[in-house]
Nanobody, 119 residues
Framework: VQLVESGGGLVQAGGSLRLSCAAS????????MGWYRQAPGKQRGLVAT???????NYADSVKGRFTISRDNAKNTMYLEMNSLKPEDTAVYYC??????????????WGQGTLVTVSS
């Protein structure tokens, strides 16, 4: 599975952005997808996840502001980000949990897209 993010950029505080993650390859083996982010000098952390059944989970810091979704027909996942804050500035990574067999599970990552929120 290959993942390609897009949609990052520079936005003012209070603004909005929508990130996209296009998956290709053996997408039928994807069991869950998610967004993670890494700010300068910090570890990569969870933003939001979504299962193949549509169940979602969010980090407390983004609840009520960010919405994760996926379009299975387009093999694309989205992250709608509203009310952005300077502390949301980070490189955002797309992640997919892939199970090519019952006994195997691997995680794939995209290359990341930079989101910068100015104050």
């Amino acid at each position: 599975v290959q993942l390609v993010e897009s949609g990052g950029g520079l936005v003012q505080a209070g603004g909005s952005l929508r990130l996209s993650c296009a998956a290709s390859g053996s997408v039928f083996n994807i069991v869950a997808m998610g967004w993670y982010r890494q700010a300068p000098g910090k570890q990569r952390g969870l933003v939001a996840t979504i299962t193949s059944g549509g169940s979602t989970n969010y980090a407390d810091s983004v609840k009520g502001r960010f919405t994760i979704s996926r379009d299975n027909a387009k093999n694309t996942m989205y992250l709608e980000m509203n009310s952005l804050k300077p502390e949301d500035t980070a490189v955002y990574y797309c992640n997919a949990g892939v199970a090519p067999s019952v006994e195997a599970y691997v995680e794939e990552w995209g290359q990341g897209t930079l989101v910068t929120v100015s104050s």
